[in-house]
């Protein structure tokens, strides 16, 4: 199937708008109309400094829409992919009362009240009806801020958008909620290949009943359009026929629809105007915000977004998907958009793409600079300037173009992405923000870097890190460092070193001119994959950041005399630390259980129902398992005379579709997974009902296979 030309940098629009328009209305979520207008007035721009708070955060509107869609590729692309098997996705990846959702109970929090269901076994869309959980929990608005993914797999079909809408919304949702879902569904999809607003509502609303009061909505305001053309005096009448007092609950669906629409209707087809709308209206402002941005990056595209002031900037594609496959936390709009639009090539049965031969920092998208940023400014003056630029590039056609001027000894232009927790999200007040590192010791970094021809002296360029420190901050490590003469390309290769157990925050480019000439490096692609040799304990020093790698889904992890104390209150728990990208390893780890009903080490840990793992397990057996959702396969077992309080070495292999165990250093089994293999993923240490303690975690990759 032909899929829309310029699909990817769509969908990159998409992401785009959805990020942008969320961080816009974020730090005044909830605000009325009259507030808004006295504190800010018209929001034209970004108001985070106005309100003291980080412009990147964790949010549920963006972790949500991208963690939901993950559905898609774990159950193999399956177009028939039911609403029981997204449940299982939400049980997966979420972390209940820490990641993803706004944990506010049962029958207060539509989403908290729908995860309860589907943990008690009550499978979707049972877990999010109207018949179980009530008209005003199952019609809150939460069925459309998680929906744009599904509307950006599914390009120029807005039928097929609609039904994907409405099996993942009806999770959580019913009713009214389902057709908002749809409708904004539906309107993205088509956006790809129609830029008229009118018919993109044409369409949607040929996909729900007559009868819903979305449609009524919708046909209303676009009355409205026609006979009052001042977009506050429509307000008033939404606040009037379809305001929060006639819409119980904490955020209902349908006053905040309409505020959508308002933007859309009166923004005259400009990004700007219309996100102003939407969010100096009020109500759920990061929502709707991030609705209206996504769809209006799918329909202008990237244009769109640069025609009014610097949207992307200050954002440098940075965004936060916290989820138990934490692996995954630090990312930006370029990952994400290749991720969400290779589903939708599957989808359409072509072949996905990665560019430049998968690297993880390409700069393939106009504009992209992938969270790379310029060090702060020293003394006033700014050492680099970046821009996404065409050519230089061996294997592709953008690069990422680091401009440098004024260095000194001891000035050096530097510039870099995260690879872990950026001290501006220690500061967040909002939701937990759960990531594993993306960079470990023993992984091989590469990166393609080119000289401009035009250079006057030659550059000196070194790659570095930023590691944790141990008694907080942030150290420097160097790599291989060489000299550039214009028009010179080179290619590093970097064997991480051993960080001392500290986490690696960030790395980057390191450039010195000899005095200070001015000149150009361009940095083709940066990449790592594979797993690392790394070895996890407690290090010395008292910054906590060697915690915060391992994201934490048990009910308490405490650090004693042992650095990792697991307690699990019910059912199983999992600390998990590592990426999708460790493919074949070894891990060890010694387990010392102290009244548990299990405890072991896992591997390929895909989330929280997708592993495998070697148990200390009931009945005085070892046990090799795999958890694939809701099941439990026993892949091997014998009788093992464990007891509670000894200490057992723990050895688990992944190599291909083989899996070896040892404990205490005797090879207990090896076997194959016929079913479903689970061919990468992180460490992990399992805990079940009780509580376990372990010292030491290592990961040895896997030199042969």
Not at 187 to 205: G, K, W, Y
Not at 377 to 387: C, F, K, N, S, T
């Amino acid at each position: 199937m032909a899929l829309p030309a310029n699909y990817e940098e769509k969908v990159y629009a998409g992401v785009l708008g959805k990020i942008i328009g969320v961080y816009l209305g974020r730090p005044f979520e909830g605000w009325t109309y009259d507030k808004i207008m006295a504190e800010l007035g018209e929001v034209w721009y970004y108001v985070h400094e106005k309100r003291g708070v980080p412009l990147v955060v964790t949010d549920d509107d963006i972790s949500g829409t991208f963690t939901f869609l993950r559905a898609l590729p774990d159950f193999d692309h399956d177009r028939n992919i039911t609403p029981a098997q997204i449940g299982q996705t939400w049980l997966n990846y979420l972390i209940e009362g820490r990641t993803v959702l706004w944990w506010g109970g049962l029958g207060n929090s539509t989403e908290h009240t729908a995860y309860l269901r589907l943990k008690k076994g009550i499978p979707a869309p049972q877990s999010g009806s109207i018949a179980l959980n009530g008209k005003v929990v199952a019609e809150q608005i939460g069925a459309q801020i998680f929906i744009d993914g599904w509307a950006m797999v599914a390009p120029g079909q807005p039928d097929l958008a609609a039904d994907l809408a409405r099996r993942a919304a009806s999770v959580s949702h019913d009713g009214e909620a389902i057709y908002g879902a749809q409708v904004l569904a539906a309107m993205e999809s088509q956006a790809f290949i129609e830029p008229s607003l009118n018919r993109l509502l044409d369409v949607a609303t040929s996909l729900i009943p007559r009868d819903s009061l979305i449609y009524r909505l919708i046909a209303d305001l676009r009355d409205w359009r026609e006979k009052t053309p001042d977009w506050r005096e429509a307000r008033k009448l939404i606040v009037q026929h379809y305001g929060y007092d006639r819409y119980g609950g904490n955020c209902h669906m349908v006053p905040n629809h309409a505020l959508i629409l308002l933007g859309l209707l009166y923004g005259e087809d400009d990004f700007q105007k219309t996100l102003m709308i939407t969010n100096t209206a009020g109500w759920d402002t990061d929502c709707n915000s991030g609705n209206v941005g996504c769809l209006m990056g799918i329909k202008n595209g990237l244009q769109g977004i640069h025609a009014g002031p610097d949207w992307r900037g200050p954002v440098a594609d940075r965004l936060y998907l916290p989820t138990a496959e934490g692996g995954s936390c630090i990312t930006d709009a370029v990952q994400v958009a290749f991720r969400v639009a290779n589903i939708g090539r599957t989808l359409a049965g072509l072949p996905p793409v990665h560019p430049k031969r998968g690297a993880r920092f390409h700069f393939e998208l106009p504009g992209a600079v992938q969270g790379f940023r310029v060090e702060p400014l020293v003394e006033g003056r700014g050492p680099a300037q970046i821009e996404n630029v065409i050519g230089h590039s061996r294997l592709g056609r953008h690069s990422l173009a680091i401009h440098y001027a004024h260095t000194a000894p001891g000035q050096p232009a530097r510039v870099a992405t995260p690879t872990f927790l950026p001290a501006e999200a220690l500061q967040m007040r909002s939701y937990s923000l759960f990531a594993s590192p993306t960079l470990y010791p023993g992984q091989v970094v590469s990166a393609g870097i080119v000289a401009d021809a035009n250079n006057a002296q030659p550059a000196v360029c070194r790659l570095y890190l930023q590691c944790h420190a141990p008694e907080g901050g942030l150290t420097r490590l160097y790599g291989p460092e060489t000299t550039l003469v214009a028009g010179e390309e080179y290619t590093f290769t970097w064997p991480i070193p051993e960080t001392g157990g500290w986490p690696i925050a960030e790395i980057g480019l390191e450039i010195q001119s000899p005095q200070g000439a001015r000149g150009t490096l361009y940095l083709d692609y940066l990449d790592w994959k594979g797993a690392p040799t790394v070895l996890f304990t407690r290090p010395e020093g008292t910054n906590p950041a060697w915690r915060l790698a391992w994201v934490n889904a048990v009910t308490d992890f405490m650090s004693w005399d042992e650095p990792f104390r697991l307690i699990q209150n019910e059912g199983t728990g999992l600390l998990i630390q590592g990426t999708l990208d460790w493919e074949n390893y070894r891990a060890e780890a010694d387990v010392t259980p102290h009244m548990v009903n299990a405890a072991g080490l896992a591997i390929r840990v895909q989330g929280l129902r997708r592993y495998y793992a070697l148990l200390l397990a009931p009945g005085g057996r070892a046990r090799l398992i795999k958890q694939w959702y809701d099941q439990t396969s026993v892949l091997a077992e014998a009788p093992f005379a464990w007891e509670y309080g000894q200490t057992y070495l723990l050895a688990l292999e992944g190599n291909g579709n083989h899996l070896s165990a040892w404990v205490n250093g005797e090879k207990l089994f090896e076997a194959e997974d016929p079913e479903h293999p689970l061919h990468s993923g992180a460490v992990g240490l399992v805990c079940t009902e009780g509580r376990t303690a372990t010292r030491v975690v290592k990961v040895e990759k896997l030199t042969s296979y």
